[in-house]
């Protein structure tokens, strides 16, 4: 799989690595796993893996490039990194929300965002939300705003009613 972009996300897994990647890849269209690479005997003592255990998986979504790594237990994801799926439509949101929580962190998920079974955090957001954030009516804005503070899931017809008052 060449990389035709310059910038790809590298996620850093304790050793889920392929198994996220095949889990992420199921999820969206355009999706594909490329090429694995394996740990060898070099650098044991440092990385304390099995040579031929996974190194890394490249694999894409939705025609993004991605890298998982499987570097051990050091490192966590939180929620300082996630990313964002921009969503047309309510059965959009609630396909990705539904795939994307299964063994999911259900105390994580607040005003579109979620943790899923990897613990990588993830914002399942409705194109209309960037629309109504900058629509012309503060009053309008300020209600969206609070009803999107009482969602888990966001609710496009919800947002919309709200925004109109």
Known sequence: ?????????????DNQAEPAARFYASIFPNSSIGRISRYGEEGREVHGQEPGSVLTVEFR?????????NGGPVFQFNEAVSLQIDCETQADVDYYWDKLTA???P?????GWLKDKYGLSWQVVPSIVSELLTGPSAAGRSRMMQ?????KKLDIAALQRAYNG
């Open 61 to 69: 979504l939705d025609g993004q490039p991605f890298t998982a790594l």
């Open 1 to 13: 799989m060449p990389i035709t972009q310059r910038i790809t996300p590298c996620l850093w897994f």
């Open 107 to 111: 105390k994580s998920q607040q005003c």
């Open 103 to 105: 063994g999911g962190d």
């Open 147 to 151: 009803a999107l503070f009482q969602m």
